[in-house]
């Protein structure tokens, strides 16, 4: 079975960072592409980030492109999420996602797996 299991997130001040991990079992990791995706209240889901399955390729959605920073560890089979600098429009559940290709505009194309979410709330 596979398991895609997000951590990391929690309730922080505007200006403040979080890494969120994203664990993955049950699959050969380093045969997907892996995206960080979110979704905030009342919104539409948005792929904010992808990176291939080396981890040398990353896109990111170009509105968070100079705060979030995207990395995995194949060993480990661990996808992460920097987000630096928080604002409470960052406010959003985020889910890891793995699948094969990688967009430019930073999102996961066609999704396989979804991992549960990781709640993230910014505070002014």
């Known amino acids: 079975e596979v398991q895609l299991v997000e951590s990391g997130g929690g309730s922080v001040q505007a200006g403040g960072s979080l890494r969120l991990s994203c664990a993955a079992s049950?699959?050969?990791?380093?045969?997907?592409?892996m995206g960080w995706f979110r979704q905030a209240p009342g919104k539409e889901r948005e792929g904010v980030s992808c990176t291939n399955w080396s981890g040398e390729n990353k896109y990111y959605l170009k509105s968070v492109m100079a705060r979030f920073t995207t990395s995995r560890d194949n060993a480990k089979s661990t996808l992460y999420l920097q987000i630096d600098n928080l604002d409470p429009e960052d406010t959003a559940m985020y889910f890891c996602?793995?699948?094969?290709?990688?967009?430019?505009?930073?999102?996961?194309?066609?999704?396989?797996?979804w991992g549960k979410g990781t709640q993230v709330t910014v505070s002014p």
């Open positions: 996602a793995a699948g094969d290709y990688c967009e430019l505009r930073g999102t996961l194309r066609e999704p396989k797996y």
């Open positions: 049950g699959l050969r990791f380093d045969d997907y592409a």
